[in-house]
């Protein structure tokens, strides 16, 4: 009976050493005597001791005096690692430490090795003591907070650096903005960073600026461009901008770096011979992108194309005042004209016209123009009596907070009969970015079905999510940031599923999803609508199936959630119902 006990016991011993060899843990079992009942062999691999240090029997302050003898000094604390340490004063410690109920802790044997020490004392008074190399997991934990300290300093040299800079992933969406960059447009790194070029310029300019973007990812070849930019408070800024493409196969990124030459190109700074041949560039400075909102664009277009093109192109100089009550149309155009270099100021009445003009007389000063809005009460006096100044008037009904649904609801119901805002709201005079119809079927080619999802979010942080779900998935999206703006983009891509958030300022997605199912009636088209919603309560989801909508999910959305529902209703093109 007891040669069959022990050659039981030498199996599971057998088996207990090899689970230890299989999770390259060792293991150390003391009984309530703190005498060594078991010791694997991989506890040599961590200590330098003596094998004879580790017999069935040892003292556990015995097996602690080899350990220490042998050079080994865990359990200090930082300043005590590099000090004289008395022999018995570390024993009784670790004795002390080994006494406690349970204990977890990783500690530092050598300069590049790392042991996570788990002790346990059971019920019966049995003490159980793993060790586990940690060596590897704290290099990288130690090369990750080096990475984050070089990042976080890059980040601050960045921040710090005069000249504008902006960095792009592979999807050519910013991951950065500095300082400098953003006081150019006046806004913060948050609005830009999250975002492609195409939701924070016009089409023409998204288009230039992304070609060059992809033609460097592409090629690797830096590119140049002298550019004239327009800084938000209306003054001029010329550069030259680079374009570099950095890092790996793979996981390139794209830096665009602008430096400021406006000193040189208006004399107020001497040239020498290396600042001549950095300004002698083919073709001149070009026009660059001034400014990041698309809406203030459309309205900018919309005044300016009223103006004579020939005054436009010869204000520098000129003194030019405009007679407007409405304040953002004031902001537009005296940016715009200050852009071309005018004198010019703006009244906001036929008096306050008056009043100016006669104090001009008085001061000797001739006005060369004067821009009236036709909304102004009283405006026509100033047309019939322009005292030998010339007058202009200007039309820009709609433009305020407004304007987008104004420009929307003026084509629907004047569609067949001509639209009074002219070629404005026609493909032909009006960029591709702002095309709006519809009659689906009278759409160019490349607005229909060139966006597979529109996603309507105004939370920065789950627009910045869904890009990124997105384009891992290869999916072309665009993102609103109202629901106005969603049925804006839905009228122009046609997309083949929209995500629709219920809350969103300006119009919510319930609203937007009623519009959206009011416009596909007659057209034999109907586009999958799913709510997103930060809580799935019955009467949310009722709500949404009675404004039309197909499905519904709740936040915080996954890659998995998202492909799922673009499996479900945009994995195939829709195909055109007949009525």
Same mark, same amino acid.
């Given at each position: 009976m007891n040669d069959v006990a022990s050659s039981d016991a030498h199996i599971r011993l057998g088996m207990f050493e090899a689970a230890c060899d299989i999770l390259a843990a060792a293991v150390i079992v003391y009984d309530k005597n703190d005498s060594l009942v078991f010791a694997s062999r991989q506890v040599l691999r961590y200590f330098p001791i003596p094998a004879d240090a580790l017999k069935p029997g040892a003292r556990l302050r015995d097996v602690l005096g080899a350990i220490f003898d042998s050079g080994m000094r865990y359990g200090l604390a930082p300043d005590q690692r590099h000090r004289a340490v008395n022999r018995e004063e570390w024993i009784s410690a670790q004795i002390s430490a080994h006494w406690r109920e349970q204990y977890d802790a990783i500690e530092r044997l050598s300069r590049?090795?790392?042991?996570?020490?788990?002790?346990?004392?059971?019920?019966?008074?049995?003490?159980?003591?793993?060790?586990? #190399?940690?060596?590897?997991?704290?290099?990288?934990?130690?090369?990750?907070?080096? #990475?984050?300290?070089?990042?976080?300093?890059?980040?601050?040299?960045?921040?710090?650096?005069?000249?504008?800079?902006?960095?792009? #992933?592979?999807?050519?969406?910013?991951?950065?903005?500095?300082?400098?960059?953003c006081a150019i447009y006046d806004v913060d790194a948050d609005s830009i960073v999250g975002r492609s070029i195409w939701s924070l310029a016009d089409a023409e300019s998204a288009e230039r600026i992304e070609t060059t973007d992809r033609s460097v990812l592409e090629t690797g070849e830096p590119h140049v461009l002298a550019e004239h930019i327009v800084r938000a408070d209306g003054s001029d800024l010329y550069v030259i901008t680079r374009k570099y493409r950095i890092g790996a196969s793979g996981h390139y990124a794209l830096v665009t770096v602008m430096e400021d030459v406006s000193a040189l190109v208006s004399g107020e700074q001497p040239m020498t011979d290396a600042d001549d041949a950095l300004l002698r560039v083919p073709g001149g400075f070009v026009e660059a992108q001034n400014c990041f909102d698309p809406v203030r664009d459309a309205e900018r277009r919309l005044l300016l194309d009223q103006l004579n093109p020939d005054e436009l192109h010869a204000l520098a100089g000129r003194r030019v005042l405009l007679v407007t009550p409405n304040p953002h149309i004031e902001d537009i155009l005296l940016a715009e004209f200050k852009a071309r270099g005018a004198d010019c100021c703006a009244v906001t009445s036929v008096r306050e016209h008056d009043a100016f003009l006669a104090l001009a007389a008085e001061e000797g000063l001739a006005i060369d123009l004067v821009i009236v809005d036709d909304n102004l009460s009283g405006h026509e006096a100033i047309l019939e009596n322009g005292q030998g100044i010339a007058v202009r008037p200007i039309a820009p009904d709609g433009i305020g907070p407004d304007f987008m649904r104004t420009l929307v609801e003026e084509h629907e119901l004047l569609s067949d009969e001509g639209s009074p805002l002219g070629d404005i709201v026609t493909p032909v005079g009006f960029s591709d970015d702002w095309y /709006?119809?519809? #009659? /689906?079927?009278?759409?160019?080619?490349?607005?229909?079905?060139d966006v597979e999802v529109l996603v309507a979010e105004d939370n920065q942080i789950n627009q910045f999510v869904f890009s990124q779900i997105l384009e891992g998935m290869g999916v072309s999206h665009r993102i609103a940031e109202n629901g106005e703006e969603a049925v804006m983009l839905w009228r122009k891509h046609q997309p083949r599923l929209v995500l629709m958030d219920i809350s969103m300022p300006v119009m919510n997605g319930i609203d937007a999803a009623l519009e959206i199912r009011e416009a596909e009636k007659g057209t034999g088209t109907r586009t999958p609508i799913v709510a997103v919603t930060a809580q799935a309560l019955n009467v949310d989801m009722q709500n949404c199936m009675d404004a039309g909508m197909d499905d519904y999910i709740t936040k915080p959305v996954s890659p998995d959630m998202i492909e799922a529902i673009y499996r479900r209703y945009a994995a195939e093109k829709p195909q055109k119902s007949v009525a």
């Open positions: 590049d090795r790392w042991i996570h020490f788990r002790k346990r004392r059971l019920p019966n008074g049995y003490n159980v003591t793993t060790l586990v #190399d940690v060596s590897e997991q704290k290099k990288q934990e130690e090369q990750w907070r080096l #990475d984050l300290e070089r990042i976080a300093l890059t980040e601050e040299i960045l921040e710090t650096l005069p000249s504008p800079i902006v960095i792009k #992933d592979r999807n050519l969406t910013y991951i950065a903005a500095n300082a400098a960059f /709006i119809a519809t #009659d /689906i079927s009278t759409m160019l080619p490349a607005a229909v079905g």
